[in-house]
């Protein structure tokens, strides 16, 4: 994942969080779904950015909460299985 | 200020110091190897005495001495047949590798055929098995959340006396596993005297809590309820009388029709408040152990949306359908349907909130199932069928619109925010007719519900 994509989904999560109206700062090792600022619903939202972005196809991920619940989490996981 | 600083107690270092310095030989203490040590002998206490309270419920289960000893050692077994199975994961076969909850839940169907299948003479292991049918439900849910984290690789190094705290919690709880299994404690586990002291000091604020909704409870049971308890009995005898709506339903399309508006939203007031104040109970006592874990309801009453309040009114079970029926059918289905997210969207939405659901409640009419009598589950179930229908649609048209919306917070405005929570409010009031326990039949309900609207 290049500095480009990642200020992308930093910008992504931020969404995310300022939807369910948190507006906090978040580091890249931070929590996301574990600390509950996102709840497990938030989870499609995620996946479908993530397969239309980098390409990951779920259906051959053993999915975990725990792949996607950081930024750092979600770097490991598209250089891992995207296609990008 | 003031008022959050109170209200948010366990996070003020203050009052964590003084914890501290108070029970500071307490926190030393309760290592967790002690306080792992103590769930797990309450956790054989449950493991014993739960199956045996259930076999009483029904004659032909064994009720000798024997015949429960057999049926508390296979339950026993099999959770830890279903352990091996966990920390020995990827040496399972391949089919069971790709779909461990499937065959789990298959497994257990196989065995309900077969006892399904035996003749009331069929010597006293036929009794044993219907012992374990009855048992099991209450089990297999958390059995699916050990096999997820041997699914996940995070099972190995447990050891089967500390699964047993999450397959039978002395904490409590229902069918649903509060606190989901052993994996998600121990994230949450307090690692340091402090967060222990945060732990404990958030457990003891929700027991405040639990206290509150009681009494908030007994209030309404005794101000807008009859006949009355004490609280009615202080008033002089005087109450509001509003009947409860299990009352108000039996009568269809003959109720009082504001009668019924009234007591709608009040069930929904009620209900609420009788799953905090016995969900706070359960998180609290893990939470006074070190396990700091989310609670089970917060503040549905103050949700903008269907979606937002079925995320915080039953959390654990919300996660749970989430977790066996959600989240598989979206992720398996993208590849099919990625062209298509408003049908993937809708299909994971019905298999969590519909069939799931369904499936769960179906698990829960043990006693007829044990007995073979499917049709009878089908039947006794119509209403649940409804509700679970009417709850999927909900949640789907919700979570659609937050799509739609494209990450746009809602309006702020004090009007827009109360209209928005009325409408969920109005919305789950409406459901809950087909929700209510009793033997309403579903009809009824229908008519009832129409005659809301001067339709009936």
């Not at chain 2, 309450?42 to 001495?65: M, Q, R």
């Not at chain 2, 065995?111 to 089990?139: D, E, K």
């Not at chain 2, 009859?226 to 009995?233: D, K, L, W, Y």
């Amino acid at each position: 994942m290049d500095i480009n994509e990642k200020t992308k989904l930093r910008t992504f999560l931020q969404s995310c969080l300022v939807e369910r109206g948190d507006r906090a700062e978040f580091q890249d090792d931070e929590s996301l779904f574990d600390s509950g600022r996102l709840d497990s619903l938030t989870i499609t939202r995620i996946v479908v950015y993530l397969e239309q972005e980098f390409g990951v196809n779920f259906a051959h991920v053993n999915f975990d909460v725990d792949l996607i619940d950081s930024v750092q989490a979600i770097e490991s996981l598209v250089d891992t299985v995207g296609s990008h | 200020m003031k008022i959050k600083r109170l209200t948010q107690f366990h996070e003020d270092p203050a009052v964590i110091a003084w914890w501290r310095a108070w029970m500071g030989w307490m926190l030393k203490w309760l290592t967790p190897f002690w306080r792992r040590s103590i769930l797990v002998a309450g956790a054989i206490y449950v493991a014993v005495s739960n199956p045996l309270s259930y076999l009483e419920k029904v004659l032909e289960a064994p009720n000798d001495l024997l015949g429960s000893a057999l049926v508390v050692l296979t339950i026993f077994c099999i959770a830890w047949l279903i352990y091996q199975a966990t920390v020995r994961f990827n040496s399972l076969p391949t089919t069971i590798r790709r779909h461990p909850q499937l065959t789990l839940h298959l497994l257990f169907w196989g065995f309900l055929a077969i006892a399904w299948n035996t003749t009331p003479t069929a010597g006293p292991w036929r009794a044993v098995m219907l012992g374990i049918a009855l048992f099991f439900p209450n089990l297999i849910w958390r059995c699916g959340y050990m096999l997820y984290s041997g699914q996940n690789g995070r099972a190995v190094g447990t050891s089967f006396p500390q699964q047993l705290i999450c397959l039978f919690p002395v904490f409590g709880g229902t069918h649903t596993p509060y606190g989901k299994g052993l994996e998600f404690l121990s994230k949450f586990e307090a690692k340091t005297e402090e967060e222990l002291a945060r732990s404990q000091l958030a457990g003891i604020k929700l027991l405040i809590l639990a206290s509150l909704w009681h009494l908030g409870l007994v209030i309404m049971e005794g101000v807008l309820y009859g006949p009355g308890n004490h609280v009615t009995r202080a008033l002089g005898g005087h109450t509001i009388g509003i009947p409860n709506l299990a009352q108000l339903v039996t009568q269809g399309a003959g109720a009082p029709r504001y009668t019924s508006w009234v007591s709608i939203y009040c069930e929904l007031i009620w209900q609420v408040l009788h799953l905090a104040r016995n969900g706070h109970g359960v998180i609290a006592v893990l939470r006074l152990f070190g396990f700091n874990v989310f609670r089970n309801t917060y503040k549905p009453l103050l949700a903008e949306s269907i979606h937002e309040f079925w995320n915080r009114y039953y959390y654990y079970f919300k996660e749970l359908l989430v977790n066996f029926f959600f989240i598989p059918v979206f992720m398996q289905l993208g590849g099919m349907l990625r062209k298509w997210p408003r049908l993937r969207l809708f299909a994971a939405v019905f298999a969590a909130a519909f069939v799931g659901n369904m499936y769960y409640h179906l698990l829960n009419k043990k006693s007829l199932l044990a007995h073979g009598d499917v049709f009878g589950v089908i039947y006794s179930a119509r209403s649940d069928f409804f509700y679970a229908f009417l709850l999927a649609i909900g949640i789907y048209i919700s979570m659609l619109r937050k799509e739609r919306r494209g990450g746009r917070p809602l309006s702020a405005a004090r009007v827009a925010r109360i209209l928005r929570i009325f409408g969920v409010w109005t919305f789950f009031s409406l459901i809950f007719i087909w929700n209510l326990k009793g033997g309403t039949p579903f009809f009824t309900r229908v008519y009832f519900f129409l005659n809301l609207f001067g339709l009936a």
